[in-house]
């Protein structure tokens, strides 16, 4: 695909971060605190995207009537930027992520963004902050574009007018302990998604209802929420910011199965990514159907040997326990498995590009 990163008009920053200084952020980075020198912001008026613009990374100025803060149209995405061996820096199937976007788009009634700017944003941003994406192990880039409603009306009703930006925060473990097994909690009173809702769009809003659950999930000693189905409370959907897989092992070569997609989980680019990485490794790939309690009796009887999520930010983390209201299991006495961990190194392998890239993921930027 063409560049289009070079019809971004750029004010660069009079104040980055010296070397030095951006060294010590990059020494020990916590997702999702620290920001990168600059943004990209486009805005949509009279039913146009303009004024692409890299500009250096600040604060916005928004009438207290926006619509966003009053309605909830924002939506999100989030993809990574990866240092390759050369030196050179890659974006990791950014072409879903915006395929993604205009989906959330299209629910939450915005307009759609075309994806010569969603990546041309990505790849202004990039070059720019080149010196921002790290080179470490399971370090990367994380890019976050976003549009959110303008219009300074109380009606309800779509705006008309909205801004996109795209912001990037370096990345290592997104989970404070590192790479260790994280607990759920199989959430029974809360729902994040019904038939019908915005469960697949990566809305702004889904977050925020998912977050008292969160708050149960460490009241019962546990990092994350498993969500399940509205109606049965029972079939297993997806985590907060992740998706799930389960491994089967019958003997045979491992079996790594996934819930289908089913209109109230989020379609996740890594659980895609997985699927096709599984087949790679020889494993056999499934989306099914996966009540809770089979799962449980599942893992007693050793049937499943291993749980482990995926996502952007979560890369690939086992799961070593689920609790729920009156049970609790152990998975893989609570340590990483084999089958996840083959998957994270053929898949960092991949985004690091010290694996060949068969697919064509990579977006050199
Ligand atoms: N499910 C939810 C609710 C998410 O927020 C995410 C993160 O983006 C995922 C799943 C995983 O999606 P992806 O692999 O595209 O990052
Ligand atoms: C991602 O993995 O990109 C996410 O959006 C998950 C989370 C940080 C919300």
């Known amino acids: ?47 146009t995207w303009q004024d692409p613009e890299v500009k250096p990374y600040g604060p916005l100025s928004l009438s207290p009537a926006s619509s966003v803060l009053h309605y909830g149209q924002a939506i999100f995405e989030g993809f990574k930027a990866y240092r390759q061996p050369d030196g050179s820096i890659s974006l990791f199937r950014p072409d879903s992520n915006s395929e993604r976007f205009n989906r959330s788009a299209a629910r939450l009634a915005m307009p759609s963004i075309p994806q010569e700017l969603f990546i041309g944003a990505a790849e202004a941003l990039v070059a720019i902050d080149q010196a921002w994406v790290p080179s470490g192990s399971g370090e990367s880039l994380y890019l976050r574009p976003f549009m959110i409603a303008t219009d300074a009306f109380l009606g309800v009703r779509p705006s008309e007018e909205y801004l996109f930006l795209l912001i990037a925060s370096p990345a290592g473990e997104y989970f404070p302990q590192g790479l260790k097994p994280v607990s759920v909690w199989a959430s029974k009173e809360y729902v994040r998604a019904a038939p019908g809702g915005t469960g697949e769009a990566k809305c702004a809003g889904n977050y925020a209802a998912s977050l008292l659950a969160q708050a149960e999930a460490k009241e019962h000693g546990c990092d994350q929420v498993i969500w399940l189905d509205a109606i049965e409370r029972e079939v297993i959907e997806e985590m ?63 049937a499943i040997s291993e749980v482990f999520a995926c996502g952007t930010a979560a890369v690939i983390t086992p799961v070593g326990e689920i609790k729920g209201r009156g049970f609790a299991q152990t998975i893989n006495n609570n340590e990483n498995g084999p089958v996840a961990m083959a998957l994270r190194t053929a898949l960092l392998g991949i985004q690091r590009g010290t694996a060949p890239d068969t697919h064509g993921w990579l977006h050199p930027v």
């Open 1 to 47: 695909m063409a560049s289009t990163s070079s019809t971004f008009r750029i004010t660069p920053s009079t104040a980055p971060l010296s070397a030095e200084q951006r060294q010590q952020q990059l020494q020990s980075i916590q997702f999702g605190r620290v920001f990168t020198d600059h943004m990209a912001v486009v805005s949509y008026r009279n039913g």
């Open 240 to 302: 907060g910011g992740m998706n799930l897989f389960f491994v089967y092992r019958d003997g045979g070569a491992p079996v790594v199965v996934t819930p289908a997609l089913t209109g109230t989980l989020l379609p996740g680019i890594t659980r895609s990514t997985l699927l096709n990485v599984a087949g790679d490794l020889g494993y056999q790939a499934e989306e099914r159907r996966l009540p809770l309690t089979q799962v449980l009796n599942d893992i007693a009887s050793g």
